[in-house]
């Protein structure tokens, strides 16, 4: 099926042969785009990060409980990760740019409210909608740059930049968040937020493409209400049980809810004629193992962070300043990576760079497990953290490009909500399910080691299954199915 763009689509460039490390050199226009879709990818990643450290501050200002701030990163996660998918397939049905716009629109605004927020209820409010933005940029933002860019090196490179930034977003934000508040006080974390976003939206109207499947098929209402009930269920149950734990009737209640009406939506999705998710599209097995990786990698690498962070500040004593330095490292070697994996992609390909990638997670956080009291622990958990963290970004843009590749154009919204579904939900899964064994620990630095052995071991089963599920096979001249080395694609 063809799609309808008022800008045409880029050429594909011809794929260059295996081991050529050159890609493909971008026109001004290219690199305009790509830096509207990147600066608002890394504005959302940056969202993620940047009001952790002035929580305690923002509560004693606005008078909320410790309990309630929980809700200033549940406000946001809810909608964020809950409406992913339903707007992912709106855009391809009704336009992406138009909801790309929309969303940063919202953001911008919500991040304003946010700003200036005057009790309890009007921030929860901003962050409420600065999610709902994300959750309209996120998808269409990754459809406009799978679509914009051709399959092969022009994607890779692409992909790869984005990857660097939301990762680096992501860091920064760690950093960025403590300097703030001490200098300017929380709201100006909320602040840069919107200052990013008033960059970003004058630009944006006349650089990017509309597009959109020509036909608009009539949207799976019910596969919409299942699939959003129980992204935002199990969302709410994982965020509350990060900080109060699975006991809770809450947790219990919306966990059972969740998981139910996912099922449900399994079910409707396999008796509908237009289906929000395609079921054949799950049983590609570079969808499946592709978003198994991300899961994996996301949710990992986001419990690595928060032990360590742990770990530096109570046992080795670290100022959050000096805490910031070792992942503003972490921060640095990203970018390294970024630039490094399209040459990568082009040698080994993104299956079989998803599963290097992983391993080389798997080992490094393995790394972690050496770390005691002393003082210079600080250096190995530096080096091992930034190495680590080096193949998670190789991770990161491998399984997206294994997600992606070989999906038609109509079918890339689609493609793009679950890739970013999954970095949602193993942004959320990760920490209650292993960072609580830290948490409630009698001895932190045992629970420490504890949850990044498991940590490592995780990683590196996850590589090895994706290898053998990724594995190409052909039929022999008898009709037997004979297993092959990880293809390039």
């Given at each position: 099926m063809a799609i309808d763009s008022t800008t045409p689509t880029p050429t594909p460039a011809p794929t260059p042969p295996l081991g050529t490390p050159r890609s493909p050199r971008m026109s001004t226009r290219d690199k305009l785009v790509l830096f509207v879709l990147c600066a608002a990818q890394f504005m959302v990643a940056l969202d993620f990060s940047v009001l952790n450290v002035a929580l305690p501050v923002l509560g004693t200002d606005l008078g909320m409980s410790k309990s309630a701030l929980q809700w200033a990163v549940t406000a946001f996660a809810l909608p964020s990760g809950g409406f992913l998918l339903l707007f992912g397939r709106i855009g391809d049905l009704y336009g992406r740019r138009k909801l790309f716009l929309t969303g940063l629109a919202l953001f911008a605004a919500a991040s304003v409210l946010a700003t200036f927020a005057w009790d309890p209820a009007s921030f929860l409010a901003g962050r409420?909608?600065?999610?709902?933005?994300?959750?309209?940029?996120?998808?269409?933002?990754?459809s406009l740059l799978t679509?914009?860019?051709?399959?092969?090196?022009a994607r890779d490179r692409a992909l790869g930049i984005s990857g660097t930034l939301m990762s680096l977003g992501f860091t920064i934000g760690v950093v960025a968040g403590g300097v703030l508040t001490d200098a300017l006080g929380w709201r100006s974390t909320m602040g840069l937020l919107a200052v990013f976003a008033l960059v970003v939206l004058p630009l944006a109207p006349s650089l990017l493409p509309e597009s959109r499947t020509p036909?608009?098929?009539?949207?799976?209402?019910?596969?919409?209400?299942?699939?959003?009930?129980?992204?935002?269920?199990?969302?709410?149950a994982l965020t509350t049980a990060a900080d109060h734990g699975f006991g809770r009737t809450d947790v219990i209640v919306t966990l059972i809810a969740g998981l139910a009406l996912l099922t449900a939506f399994a079910i409707v999705e396999s008796r509908t004629s237009a289906p929000l998710v395609s079921l054949p599209m799950l049983r590609r097995r570079t969808v499946a193992w592709g978003n198994l990786g991300g899961l994996v990698t996301f949710s990992m690498m986001s419990t690595v962070v928060f032990v360590l962070t742990l770990y530096?500040?109570?046992?080795?004593?670290?100022?959050?300043?000096?805490?910031?330095?070792?992942?503003?490292?972490?921060?640095?070697?990203?970018?390294v990576a970024g630039s490094l994996t399209p040459r990568v992609l082009s040698r080994l390909g993104a299956r079989r760079t998803?599963?290097?990638s992983l391993a080389g997670q798997g080992v490094f956080v393995a790394a972690l497990v050496l770390l005691n009291a002393h003082t210079w622990s600080v250096w190995l958990a530096t080096a091992a953290v930034s190495l680590a963290?080096?193949?998670?970004?190789?991770?990161?843009?491998?399984?997206?490009?294994?997600?992606?590749?070989?999906?038609?154009d109509e079918e890339q919204g689609l493609a793009t909500g679950l890739v970013t579904s999954t970095q949602q939900v193993?942004?959320?899964?990760?920490?209650?399910?292993?960072?609580?064994?830290?948490?409630?620990?009698?001895?932190?630095?045992?629970?420490?080691?504890?949850?990044?052995?498991?940590?490592a071991a995780i990683v590196l089963a996850a590589a090895a299954l994706i290898a053998l599920g990724l594995r190409t096979r052909r039929t022999t001249a008898s009709g037997a199915v004979e297993a092959q080395p990880l293809g390039s694609r």
């Open positions: 409420a909608l600065q999610g709902l933005g994300a959750a309209l940029i996120v998808p269409t933002g990754m679509t914009t860019f051709a399959e092969g090196p036909d608009r098929p009539h949207l799976d209402i019910p596969g919409a209400i299942t699939v959003t009930g129980g992204l935002l269920s199990l969302i709410y530096l500040q109570e046992i080795l004593h670290l100022s959050a300043w000096q805490t910031g330095l070792v992942f503003g490292v972490q921060g640095v070697l990203s970018v998803l599963v290097v963290s080096m193949f998670h970004l190789g991770a990161i843009i491998s399984y997206g490009l294994t997600v992606t590749s070989g999906v038609p193993g942004i959320t899964v990760g920490i209650p399910l292993l960072g609580v064994l830290a948490t409630t620990s009698d001895d932190l630095l045992s629970g420490t080691r504890t949850v990044l052995a498991l940590n």
